[in-house]
């Protein structure tokens, strides 16, 4: 997928990429931690929060239980009639705004020999002080817990919270006093002192320090009953346990148990009526074993952690926004050149090289490739330029080499008959030029009525200079030829002509030969050039190819001093000569092998019934089609003179 | 073609295998010429190893022979036969340079 997008896509993929992976990376650690010391500060904060508001519970219920104390101690140390005993349980609820009510219960009998139950009773009703007997009508005092279990226990305590049925009518919990007095050098108790505190009032007590924004405080009796709670309908009415069977949650009826055994700790929860997820800071209220539970609602706790990683968040992503356009601005300053530079090599792949190229702004790769590319640009229109140059020259060079070649053939005979009326003889030749420019060159012509001069030669070498020395070997020839009428005097005057300056060592391979038309005789002279062949026609119709006995001169334009023999052969009627150059024998086929000398006297055998003309075109059908496709690497040049006789 | 010269009694003896043409022959040439012209002026050429020969050959050997006479040296040649020893017969070549049958004979005759 992202081998076709652009640089800049794989810029701000890879980049926002790993720049997203160590933002998160970074953030996750910082939240990890940052949490744990927050955590570790909520949890201190609790604690202080919570201790001092059981403190805070500690010391009004300890105010509560001074009070009566104080006045179990003055009953049993003072005698005390029934009004002072109502004066002072008066002022002790109206002096004292933690209590909501006291009473001195008496045993019976114990404060009047005639009264059977007497417990006179103060308590705040709507702002006011009421008073009840707690003796008269159907209220026995002496049943209730409050009465009992400091008298059994002999010793102060605190009940149960209880609704007060029939005396306070409100939520309570009363700390009762045993007092006594001395009968017979025994202990005899003579009744129980007590102050209500009234569960409202202690609720206002327990709420009046708010907790961060909606946590809360509620308290547990002993039994783990809810004493206090701002749910009012779960006062009394629920335990720790009821809520903890209710939500099927040992660790919560653990904690409920750690609670009443008067234990401190920190732990999560969840509200009780509102179930919303919260930590718990639990400490113990000593003065009446029941437990103080701080509610610190989750949400308000991390607070701050929230906010900051909100702030966090925000920062990476804006700096991830901010890396992507830095990333885009930079990308495009890449890719823009590089676009241009596209457009440019597609400007000059179809030839155009004066392209304008993107301007360098900056020297760094992208300047450096165009300014490369602006240095191939200028080289390649140098370059073209000068292959434009040299091939115009070459294809001048080879349009003039290949009139110099058209000129070079023109200059040979090629009108056929050339003789016509001549009927002593029969006289053809051919030249296959290779694609090269070559030296073979052919020549005849009458000295005089009945002498035919006719040459073959083949300058070394190739191009221009065997082109050259072969026109000039071509026209020594036929002028020396009118001033001796002796073919080895020829080539000794044309060999001491051609060597004149000749530094480059040019030499051709020269056959001359002179027939004489009447007679039949030839004489000739042989410069390096291959013997002929001679096609001697027998009795009966018989026939013979065969090399024509050569002196081998040396090749004319080699050494100055070098001298040529004129010899002597006669061809008798019907008989032939054939002259040719090596392009012959030395075709080459596609296996590498030469057609040979061989395969021409075979082809001659074949071909001696016919014309000199169809002869030397059979051997030219029979050397392609032994070449096939192999290009020719040089000259093929025949010629074939056929004596017919004198013809007088 | 591949060329090999090693120096023997005062003669350099030049061993030529391959194919002398119009391609190759400029090489030989060269070789020689750079011979010449430190000094050497016996050449002895083995042909034993050419394969064929063509008109570009005949030409550098002619070449590097009329350097020599010009420096009063000498080129001798062994090792002729077949195709090669035609072109030699045929173009006159074995009229003008003195060839021997063997390497011995040649280096006794100087």
Redesign the interface.
Known sequence: MLRTKGIAFKLIFFYTLSGGLIFLLIFGFNYYFSRIIIEKNVEDNARNLALSKANQIEAVLRAVQKVPENLAYYLENSSCDNNELMRLLRSLVQNNPEIYGAAVAFEPYGFDKKLLHFAPYFFKSDGSIEFTDLGKGSYRYNAWDWYQIPKELNMPAWSEPYYDEGGGYTLMATYSVPFYKQSGGKKQCRGIVTADINLAWLQEVVSSTKVLQTGYAFLISKNGIIVTHPSKELIMNETIFGVAEARDDPQLRDIGRKMIRGESGFVPFRSIDSEKPCWMYYAPIPSNNWSLAVLFPRDELVADITRLNGIVIALGIAGLLLLSVAIVFIAHSITTPLRAMVQATKTIAIGNLDVELPPVRFEDEVGKLTEAFRYMKESLKEYIRALTETTASKERIESELKIARDIQMSILPKVFPPFPGRTEFDIYAAIEPAREVGGDFYDFFFIDDNHLCFVIGDVSGKGVPAALFMAVTKTLMKAKTSQDADPGMILTKVNKDLNQGNEACMFVTIFIGILNTTTGEILYANGGHNPPLMIRSGDNLSFAVEPLPVSHGLVVGAMEESIYQTETVILKPRDAIFVYTDGVTEAMNEQGELFSDDRLKKQLIKLHRKSAQETIAGIMKGIASFAREVPQSDDITMMMIRFHGGGE | MEIQTRKEKGAIIVLVKGRMD?LTAPEFENDLSGQISKGENIFLINLTGLEYIS??G??SI??IS?KLKEKRGKILFTGLHGPVEEIF????????FKIFLSEETALNEI
């Open positions: 119009a008109s570009a005949l030409r002619l070449s009329k017969t045929i173009s006159g070549f074995d009229s003008i």
